[in-house]
C-alpha cells in the first residue's frame, strides 16, 4: 500500500510548465510557472516570483500546502465566485544554484555575482512580456542568501517590481564576514576586507545600494532574534534605513524564536507564511 500526504488544496486545477528567459548574458535560464489551466495572459495575475540562487542548491517544484491555499487559491474576498482568479507563483532557476551542476553555482561567485541578480531580473521581464503579469502585480520573495537576490532586486532593479518580501536577509555586505556565520561564506561572495574585492561586492550589497529619489516597491523585511547564522540586525539595519531615508511602504517584523528558519514549529511556519502571503497579496491584488 502507498501512502501519501493529505492535500491542502485543490492541486488538479493547475498546472506546472517550464519556461526559458535569456539573461543578459545569452545564457538561457530555466523557470517554473505554476498556475490555474487555462491562465488567463492579460498581465493582471497576481505572480509571486521565488529564487535562491547561492551554494549550489537547486530549487525544483515541491508540494506546498501553504502556497496552494494562501496564493494559487487566493480570492480577494470571501464574497468572490469561485473562477475568481488566484495567484501564479515562479521558481526561478537561477545560476549560483547546482540546477545544472557545479559550473552553474560557479558561474556566479564572487566577481559575478551580478549573474544570478540578472538572471531573476530576465525572468521578470519574460513573466510581463508573455503576459502573465504586470510590474505593478509582480513580486519577489526569498530568505537568507534568497534575501540577498530580492534585496538586490529592490535597490537595482525597483522598476520591475511591486512589492519585495525579504526575510532572514544578508544585506550589509561590508560588514558580513564580521556578523555570525558570514566568514565563513567567502567563497562564496569574496572578502569585502579585500579592497579590490570590495570594488565588485559593493555592487552586490543592498544596504549601500540605496539611493534618494527612487520609486521602490513596496518592501516587507523579516527576521528572527534568535538567528545564529546571518543574525537580525541585517535586516534591522536595512528597514531602518529605508525608514530614515523617508522611503514609503516599508515593513518590518521580527519573532523571538525561529532561528534562521523564522519558526520553530508548525504554528509559527504558519504565521510567518502568512505574514509574507498576506502581504505579498494585499499589495500586488489589492484584496
Not at 211 to 220: A, C, I, L, Q, R
Request: proline share 5%.
Amino acid at each position: 500500500m502507498v501512502k501519501t500526504s493529505p492535500s491542502y488544496f485543490a492541486d488538479q486545477d493547475y498546472e506546472v510548465q517550464q519556461h526559458f528567459a535569456v539573461s543578459e548574458d545569452g545564457t538561457r535560464v530555466p523557470y517554473f510557472q505554476i498556475a490555474a489551466r487555462g491562465l488567463v495572459l492579460d498581465g493582471q495575475n497576481p505572480t509571486q516570483l521565488s529564487g535562491y540562487g547561492g551554494f549550489e542548491v537547486s530549487r525544483t517544484p515541491a508540494y506546498s500546502g501553504a502556497v496552494g491555499r494562501a496564493w494559487l487559491e487566493r480570492r480577494t474576498s470571501a464574497a468572490e465566485p469561485e473562477h475568481a482568479r488566484g495567484g501564479v507563483y515562479v521558481v526561478a532557476n537561477i545560476r549560483g544554484g547546482g540546477e545544472y551542476g557545479p559550473s552553474w553555482h560557479r558561474a556566479a561567485l564572487k566577481e559575478n555575482r551580478h549573474r544570478a541578480y540578472e538572471d531573476f531580473a530576465a525572468v521578470a521581464r519574460d513573466l510581463i512580456s508573455r503576459g502573465v503579469t504586470s510590474r505593478e502585480r509582480l513580486g519577489c520573495v526569498g530568505g537568507s542568501n534568497g534575501g540577498l537576490l530580492v534585496g538586490n532586486m529592490l535597490t537595482s532593479y525597483p522598476d520591475l517590481f511591486g512589492a519585495v518580501s525579504c526575510g532572514v536577509p544578508l544585506l550589509d555586505m561590508r560588514r558580513y564576514t564580521k556578523l555570525s556565520a558570514g566568514h565563513s561564506w567567502i567563497a562564496e561572495y569574496g572578502d569585502p576586507d579585500v579592497a579590490e574585492q570590495w570594488e565588485y561586492i559593493r555592487t552586490f550589497s543592498p544596504y549601500h545600494l540605496l539611493k534618494d529619489g527612487v520609486e521602490y516597491p513596496e518592501t516587507f523585511i523579516w527576521t528572527a532574534t534568535s538567528d545564529d547564522r546571518v543574525g537580525p540586525v541585517q535586516a534591522r539595519k536595512m528597514a531602518a534605513r529605508m525608514l530614515a531615508m523617508g522611503i514609503p511602504n516599508v515593513w518590518f517584523h521580527e519573532a523571538l524564536e525561529g532561528g534562521h528558519a523564522g519558526a520553530s514549529d508548525n504554528r509559527q511556519a504558519a504565521a510567518l507564511q502568512a505574514r509574507s502571503q498576506h502581504f505579498l497579496w494585499r499589495t500586488l491584488a489589492g484584496g
